[in-house]
């Protein structure tokens, strides 16, 4: 008697992700490094100078942390609420924040008491910022002003009351001290030239601004409120060039990567999003724990530092250039494997004699039923809720088994109400897949002859009928419309070969 042979399960080719450059580039970190900080981490910032420390503003204490420690190297608690914005000057040597009691502090990063304490808000403070001269700071709080201040004398230099919201972020520039940009819950965003008493360019992004970023060369300015990120071209007057709308919940920062090729954006549906920024689209995606309300980029983008709103910030360092040829080159070696395969590809000689060793056969479930010819058994176990959602190649295998052995009409009939919804149910959801559909077609049309004098008699299996055969005409609408689409093709194909003249004599 021959042995039984199992079902064959055609093997369909998977869609994986295509992987290019990027994919390669922003997937070389180490596993994250998480730290518990003390409340919601809202700013974090690197220093501009080496080894790159940066600062992380969390509840009432600014941490500053080393490249690669796990334990802050530095912690500023001389804060009597929540702090806000730690920011760094461009000499690494000063660092400045504001605070929801509206005073805005100046520390020196070497030691522990603020250098300096500013006060002429009436409330918290959001926003604080270095001017490129390195001798005044920007700061914009919730009583709707901005301001500009004079460290040696620690005074107030300008005041600007034009937001009717609260001012939530601002950015200067780094090439020309005088001029700064505050973004406002009031959905705008205003240039200002402390030259001059009032903005001297307004745009309006439309959502409350949550972010702003400006690219290295100052021409193009990045703001992100509500789900879009918008850039607009500042030499134009602020004209609007590109609007995104990749999140799903509100963007709360952004950064830019070293070589200002890459746009990161980060939101609260726990994703940072990598853009190309020269056509902007998304080449990248990462996914965290919780909701992301800060994010920051080492120089060379050594590290990812992201915080968020359950306390955990999270640090990925790049993999060094020795770590990821070890993993791409790694062979799973062990003695224990060696044994097990020992002797394996020995080539035996022409006078040995072969002792074989009689191999085990081991059948899934369904085809140890169709080897006792249980056929209704066999169909059910292949339409378990977990194969035909998962594996629906098994059921239609199955099936394809019956219908060649002739037997598909006995597994189909005599089933009840529910069986038959059921089966119904995963036609409606296969049946116009083109791998799936020569072995479904035939299998759907013999369940109407098996079963079409109930039809009528149960709603359930009425309505997955109507269903079927709604699905039906449109996926007929559809052929019609591409065979139309292939003529027409076929049509301009046609036309555009040049014409061969043939010789009639």
């Not at 981490?41 to 969390?58: E, G, Y």
């Not at 919730?142 to 972020?169: F, G, K, M, Q």
């Not at 199955?398 to 529910?418: P, S």
Request: proline letters at 4%.
């Amino acid at each position: 008697m021959a042995s039984f042979k199992p079902t064959k399960i055609q093997v369909y080719p998977k869609l994986g992700e295509k992987v290019t450059q990027d994919t390669l580039y922003w997937k070389n970190y180490k596993a994250p490094v998480q730290i518990k900080e003390f409340g919601a981490i809202t700013s974090i910032d690197f220093s501009p100078v080496a080894p790159h420390n940066f600062a992380v503003t969390a509840f009432t204490r600014i941490h500053i942390y080393g490249p690669f420690s796990q334990e802050p190297v530095k912690t500023l608690t001389r804060f009597k609420d929540t702090a806000y914005c730690g920011r760094f000057r461009s000499d690494g040597q000063l660092l400045v924040a504001g605070c929801e009691d509206s005073v805005v502090r100046l520390f020196d990063v070497s030691g522990k008491a603020a250098l300096r304490m500013f006060r002429g808000h009436t409330k918290a403070v959001h926003v604080t910022d270095f001017t490129s001269d390195r001798y005044q700071i920007l700061t914009g709080s919730d009583d709707y002003t901005c301001r500009l201040w004079d460290i040696p004398n620690a005074t107030e230099l300008n005041s600007y009351r034009e937001h009717t919201d609260y001012v939530r972020c601002g950015v200067t520039s780094k090439l020309n001290r005088d001029l700064f940009i505050t973004g406002s819950y009031d959905h705008t965003l205003k240039l200002f030239d402390a030259r001059a008493d009032k903005s001297v360019m307004t745009m309006d992004h439309g959502q409350p601004v949550e972010s702003l970023l400006l690219y290295p060369s100052e021409g193009l300015l990045v703001s992100a409120g509500g789900r879009h990120v918008k850039v607009w071209d500042l030499l134009k007057g602020g004209q609007p060039l590109v609007s995104m709308k990749n999140h799903h919940k509100t963007v709360t920062c952004l950064c830019l990567s070293s070589n200002g090729q890459r746009l990161l954006s980060a939101s609260l549906d726990r994703h940072v999003k990598v853009y190309n920024t020269t056509n902007y689209k998304v080449v990248h995606n990462f996914d965290y724990a919780a909701s992301i309300l800060s994010l920051a980029l080492a120089p060379n983008d050594e590290s990812i530092v992201a915080g968020m709103t359950n306390s955990i910030l999270s640090i990925k360092h790049r993999k060094s250039p020795e770590e990821s040829a070890e993993v791409s080159g790694q062979q799973r070696r062990t003695p224990s494997y060696r044994v097990f395969v020992k002797g394996k590809n020995y080539a035996p000689k022409q006078d040995d004699y072969l002792v074989s060793k009689p191999v085990k056969q081991h059948l899934a479930k369904y085809d140890k039923q169709l080897r006792t010819f249980n056929v209704s058994n066999s169909l059910d176990t292949a339409l378990a809720t977990w194969t035909r959602l998962r594996k629906p190649e098994i059921t239609v295998a199955v099936i394809k088994e019956l219908d060649r052995r002739g037997t598909l009409k006995n597994a189909l009939a005599g089933r009840d109400e529910q069986w038959l919804a059921r089966l119904l149910n995963f036609l409606i959801g296969n049946l116009v897949d083109p791998r799936f559909a020569a072995v479904l077609a035939p299998a759907a049309e013999m369940i109407l002859d098996v079963y079409r004098r109930v039809v009528g008699q149960s709603p359930l299996v009425d309505r997955q009928l109507l269903r079927l055969q709604e699905l039906l005409e449109r996926e007929i609408d559809y052929q019609q419309d591409l065979l139309e689409v292939l003529g027409m093709l076929d049509t301009l194909f046609a036309s555009s070969l040049p014409r061969l003249e043939v010789d009639l004599s």
